[in-house]
């Protein structure tokens, strides 16, 4: 049954302002179900156009295109960077009270965007929050992005080493393959491994979660076991847990030779909230030979590269830190319509009786909603504001017992 916060089904898609996004909040392909599900989609004109799907490719497939007036004018706004990723953002004055938006928001990295989104009264959903369980896989935007990223992570690498990836035998001689060690063996760090090993490299990866182990073997790569109590048997909510200061020290120098034995390093740590951990140091860098690559990932997050700088290539004794952002932006036709898909799903969730409820039971909607009703609703956004905490909701009551798994027609036939 809807509850009072329901909303016209109609999705508006401006174009992203964020200096450097190619990508769009939903691709043509994504737009079928959304038709389907009754959703009218009004698309500001040249959306699309950075990302390779002109106006043409969304009316083709039941949108509407119009002005940035109009498609802020929709009840639901999707958009990769939510207002640009910018808490003084123009278009915030454009928010209307009960308006939803959804998108990526970096919420802790951020809290004052989502404040100032709280403040227009909208109900703001931060898609980095989905949970990381099997049933939200499919509204999952780190995982889609992450997958994306650490592919491209190994075409750059490959790019800027002066050596080839795979074995070569030529009547010249053989060629030995280039070795690619990958710390952090997620999302990014699975894709990335998958593409070394396409290319033909050696490949070595490390994870504090044994768990890893498996997933980092099924590829073809060879799991570095360090004698470490990591702790992380069990995570939360499908990420790590924070090392303390002495273990990243102790895995600092357990590391250090497989480091320098690398042609590539590829870094893909992190611990969901916090500043990436620092693993690789500009001393093990400086062990590494002149002409080796290190592609950090996670360098938006500080990087775990000690000698990182975000968006810039950093040479130490020869080795090339490179400190990527946001490499799902270099290939947009496929991380759009991956985010498109994920956006897609995750509204789609929300339409009861015809309607979008914002109220809907559903642990994927009520665990992305940071601001709802003009107030931030996330206590951990809340906390990083300097805000009081709000009362954790009960846990809901287990279901009554039944009294009898027999229908009438069942006991009837049972006598
Ligand atoms: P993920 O949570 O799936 O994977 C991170 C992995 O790091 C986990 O398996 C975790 O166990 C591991 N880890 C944590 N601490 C570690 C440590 N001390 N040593 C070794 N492993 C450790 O995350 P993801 O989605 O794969 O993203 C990985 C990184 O890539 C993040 O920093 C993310 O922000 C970044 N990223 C960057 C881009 C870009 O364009 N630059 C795009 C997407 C993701």
Redesign the pocket.
């Known amino acids: 049954m809807a509850t009072t916060d329901t909303l016209r089904m109609v999705i508006g898609v401006p174009r992203e302002n964020r200096a450097g996004e190619t990508r769009v909040a939903l691709s043509p392909t994504a737009l079928p179900q959304l038709t389907k599900a009754g959703f009218e989609i009004i698309v500001e004109s040249g959306a699309g156009d950075a990302a390779g799907y002109p106006d043409a490719a969304f009316t083709d497939r039941g949108a509407r295109i119009g002005t940035r007036d109009d498609a802020f004018g929709a009840d639901v706004l999707v958009q990769v960077n939510v207002m640009d990723g910018d808490a003084s953002c123009s278009d915030l004055g454009k928010l209307r009270q009960g308006q939803v938006v959804v998108g990526s928001v970096a919420p802790f990295a951020r809290p004052e965007l989502v404040n100032a989104v709280g403040a227009t009264g909208a109900t703001l959903f931060a898609l980095e929050l989905v949970p990381r369980t099997t049933r939200a896989q499919s509204m999952d935007i ?2 889609s ?2 997958a ?3 592919y491209k992570a190994v075409i750059i690498a490959a790019d800027k080493l002066p050596r080839m990836f795979p074995l070569l035998t030529t009547a010249a001689g053989t060629i030995a393959p280039a070795k690619v060690f990958v ?7 699975l894709a990335a491994i998958a593409n070394s090993r396409r290319l033909g490299a050696l490949v070595e990866a ?4 044994p768990a ?1 182990r498996e997933e980092v073997e099924s590829l073809g790569a060879r799991f570095v076991e360090l004698p470490l109590e990591t702790g ?1 048997e069990e ?1 939360s909510g ?3 847990k924070q ?1 303390s200061e002495d273990t ?1 020290r102790k ?1 600092q120098e357990l590391m250090a030779k497989t480091v320098a034995g690398s042609d590539v390093v590829i870094t ?5 909230g916090s500043t ?2 620092v ?1 690789v140091t500009t001393e093990m860098v400086k062990q590494m030979a002149p002409g080796s690559v290190i592609v950090d ?5 500080g990087g775990n590269c000690e000698p990182t700088v975000a968006g810039e290539t950093i040479d130490v004794d020869g080795v090339q830190v490179i400190g ?5 932006g270099t290939i947009p036709v496929h991380s759009s319509q991956l985010f498109g898909k994920n956006v897609a799903n995750f509204v789609t969730l929300m339409v009861v009786d015809g309607a979008v409820d914002v109220g809907v039971d559903d642990d994927v909607i009520k665990e992305s909603v940071v601001a709802k009703g003009g107030d931030v609703v996330n206590n951990r956004v809340r906390e990083a504001l300097g805000m009081e905490k709000l009362p954790e909701p009960e846990p809901p009551a287990p279901d009554p017992e039944p009294e009898s798994e027999e229908t009438p027609a069942a006991e009837e036939a049972a006598k």
């Open positions: 780190l995982s992005q992450a994306v990223a650490g710390i952090g063996a997620g999302v990014a760090g490390y994870d504090v979660r890893a992380q995570g499908g990420y790590a090392l990243i895995q893909t740590a992190q611990v969901q990436a951990p693993i990932l996670a360098a938006e997050q990527v952002v946001n490499l799902p």
